[in-house]
């Protein structure tokens, strides 16, 4: 299971990738960028050379396409592989083998391409590239916070830390203290763990709007509820 999205941002031309799978190490081969140059992900079955291969073409001159195109040439097991290029004048262009676990796909758009492989169901790529085009994706609206359980002995041992930045500032807040004087914060401290550490991460917490009770006062946005799908 793996999925994955390259980028460049079209004002200031630095490009970045973000890469999440069940393999571990994946950032030592998986991953390439070069500034000014261009970005390449590889991934499936992982044929590493195409990461410094394909920054090699881009350097040369070779657009996004002809750089994947050359790599895929030159590979026998083009079948299995998945590869994102981005260039440095922001052409895009990937690649998914037809025998690539299923679900697997990708899109290619302007400064971008996102892939993945393994996954539940052909809505993943094109929801990445949506959150994507959208900057940072929908506003989120969370309420009941104070009804959130945790299991095993999280209620007694876990912990929340922070320091001032002054001598003597650290703190350690109980889970128990933390969920009666703010729940919401419980929540949002979760999610932010889950995202990346960089701009767009921001962007999207800022995205997030948690409530401790039952309302909220974002009813004339017309927010529309989430019904989780059912386990099994």
């Known amino acids: 299971m793996t999925y994955s999205i390259v980028s460049r941002d079209p004002q200031t031309g630095r490009f970045g990738i973000a890469i999440q799978t069940r393999w571990p190490f994946v950032g030592a081969g998986c991953p390439w960028v ?3 140059v261009g970005a390449v992900v590889t991934q499936s079955f992982t044929e590493v050379a195409h990461g410094p291969n394909g920054l090699a073409r881009l350097r040369d001159g070779d657009a996004a396409p002809a750089a994947l ?48 492989n393994m996954m539940e169901r052909p809505t993943v790529w094109p929801a990445m590239l949506d959150a994507w085009s959208s900057g940072g994706g929908d506003f989120v609206v969370v309420v009941n916070a104070e ?26 807040i109980p889970y128990r203290r933390m969920m009666g004087s703010h729940p919401d914060r419980i929540l949002r401290f ?15 917490l800022l995205k997030l709007k948690i409530y401790a009770g039952p309302t909220h006062p974002h009813a004339a946005q017309q927010p529309t509820v989430y019904e989780p799908r059912p386990r099994g």
């Not at 990937?94 to 676990?101: E, K, P, W």
Request: one cysteine or more.
């Open 34 to 36: 070069e500034s000014g």
């Open 69 to 116: 195109a050359a790599l895929l040439a030159a590979d026998p097991g083009e079948a299995v592989r998945q590869v994102g290029i981005v260039d440095a004048a922001g052409r895009s262009a990937a690649h998914t083998g037809s025998r690539c676990v299923q679900a697997a796909g990708h899109l290619a758009a302007e400064g971008v391409s996102v892939q993945a």
């Open 147 to 172: 009804k959130v359980r945790v299991t095993g002995r999280k209620e007694d041992q876990k912990m929340y830390y922070r320091h001032s930045g002054y001598p003597g500032g650290f703190k350690a």
């Open 190 to 204: 979760a999610v932010k763990g889950m995202l990346p550490k960089t701009r767009l991460g921001r962007q999207q």
